[in-house]
């Protein structure tokens, strides 16, 4: 008798091996989900060329308002000046505030202390000892801010918040005298850094801060309601540099154009985050900080403000542009690809 050997059932299969328990992922909760997002939002690597891109406009601006300062300096830091030492605390919301130049007892000190802040100005611009050029850039404005507080206005402010994060970022890492004096391959300053990312984040979340009030505020004002605004900024003779009262022709379009700025700023801190809306966030911001610029002859304030919308600029884009020059440079890793997307 023939023994018939059993075909195996094709549809039997083995049993799925055990997984070790210590190798499975815990499952999360929202709070651990919410503190690992908050983690990698400030503390993931990014790449410092942002960073050094707003440092040489930061210090190119704030060189020329040095420059202002340094053409007039009596009159500005002065005893006699147009406001006297004895009368800033009148000005300052806080009596306890430091100026360099409340102990600059003579007109040479004053301009010893603003040649200072120029010089340093420069030095960081040009990315030459970069920690302390920003330290003592960061000193001599607020130095500046607080001895002539008459003066102080969204340019001073503004350039209070680029220099913060240019003191706490590796802002001389890229396109600074500083890399090309450590040579190619020297050390991992230009790599990306954490220092980098929170840098950038505090700038970006600062600027968030300052549009979400900005907008919020104005609409408790009734000419933005109802469209106008915009016109009380093109009829004022004080700050016109462009004549634009031909619009007075064109009612809607002063609506539109209020409304939108509006709109905008009152959301910059929803639209600038998403990929799908970030690009049109930030060309609105370049068109209402030149407009702002080119009517109202506030042009440094523009350019400081653009500045700082910068730092949502991926990494990415900063390298397609400079590559071109890439071969200038005295090393070929100057201009990297990154497959990083910061923010």
Known sequence: MTTLRTVPDRRRRAAPATVPASSVEPRRGWCGEWAAAWTDFWFTPADPLPLAVIRI???AILSWACVVWLLDADAFFGDRGWLRPDQVWRMNDQPWQWSLYFAASSPTMIRVVGGVSLVAAILLTIGLAT?????????????AANRAPLNVFGLDDTLGMLLVPLLIGPAG??????????????GRAGEPSVRANLALRLLQVHLCVVYFFSGTGKLFGASWWEGTALWGAVANDRYRTLDLRGLAAHPLVVNALTLATLWWEAGYAALVWPRLTRRLCLAMAVLVHLGIGLAMGMMEFGLAMITANLAFVPAAAFAGLLRP???TSPSSSTFPATSSDHP
């Open 57 to 59: 406009v930061t210090g």
């Open 131 to 143: 920690p302390l050029a920003a330290l003592v850039s960061f000193l001599g404005l607020v130095s």
């Open 173 to 186: 890492a890229r396109l600074s005298v500083d890399r090309l004096l450590a040579g190619p391959g020297q």
């Open 325 to 327: 020059f890439a071969a």
